[in-house]
């Protein structure tokens, strides 16, 4: 009796260790800037310096109205604060162009900027057409300012791409807006950092029902469909269960 006791307290014991194991730790916000600020540092060490002077900056104008308008400890109080929304501020604006530059000229880059966008706008998150040779790409995205397709790759390669995309919406759709925009470093292309600025800055046409009528109809539509050798009925096919027995 006693050894089935002792053998049952250390199954008790090894289980609890176990649980306490499994549970994660919880991350407070301070990590997570933390994680940033060493991500940004690492792609531009000038980060630092940038924060602090932002700091110094708007913590000196805060004394020098102090100085000479009232008491400068109430400036400084005051000015403290508005010193680390500065810092920040500069942090946020250091860590989103270090992300753009981790991701820059990676197969999907794009698409990675566009879920940055705001304002009602909605991205699939598969291509709609794909240059599998090239690993040139075509998102799609709806909006109150209509259908916007975005492209990456090579100006000299994508701009069939998105020429076919456009035909094949405008026959369905062909009473709404469709934009289109060559993302990448050559001539007449978007940069990856400005992407998203550039699909927020369309001008709105449409109302939120009409948006939601759009995407219902090119959910429809579908995207891209993988190419099947003629002559073979996907939906007929039988596996080979002698070649799967070995025979």
């Excluded at 104008?61 to 400068?72: D, E, F, K």
């Excluded at 794009?110 to 304002?119: E, N, P, Q």
């Excluded at 492209?151 to 791409?161: I, T």
Aim: proline share 6%; glycine share 10%; aromatic share 6%.
């Amino acid at each position: 009796m006693a050894r089935n006791s002792s053998g049952g307290d250390a199954r008790d014991d090894v289980a609890a260790s176990a649980s306490k194991q499994k549970k994660p730790k919880k991350r407070r916000w301070y990590h997570q800037l933390w994680d940033v600020y060493k991500m940004t540092r690492k792609q531009n060490p000038l980060v630092t310096w940038w924060m602090l002077a932002a700091f110094v900056g708007v913590v000196a104008v805060a004394l020098l109205i102090g100085v000479l308008s009232g008491p400068w400890v109430y400036a400084l109080v005051i000015g403290v604060p508005f010193g680390v929304l500065a810092a920040m501020f500069v942090l946020s604006r250091s860590a989103e162009k270090a992300a753009y530059t981790q991701i820059a000229g990676q197969p999907g880059a794009a698409r990675a900027a566009l879920g940055t966008v705001r304002g009602g706008w909605t991205f699939e998150d598969e291509p709609v057409a794909v240059d599998a040779r090239n690993q040139d790409f075509v998102f799609r995205g709806v909006g109150k300012a209509g259908i916007v397709l975005v492209s990456e790759g090579p100006p000299h390669r994508v701009g069939r791409l998105l020429e076919q995309e456009r035909k094949r919406v405008s026959r369905i759709l062909s009473n709404v807006p469709v934009t289109l925009i060559q993302c990448g470093d050559g001539e007449g292309q978007v940069p990856l950092t400005k992407l998203a600025r550039a699909v927020t800055k369309l001008k709105s046409t449409l109302t939120r029902a009409e948006v939601a009528e759009i995407s219902k109809r090119l959910k429809a539509i579908g995207g891209m469909k993988l190419p099947i050798p003629k002559g073979i009925d996907p939906t007929r096919a039988r596996p080979d269960r002698k070649g799967m027995r070995g025979r």
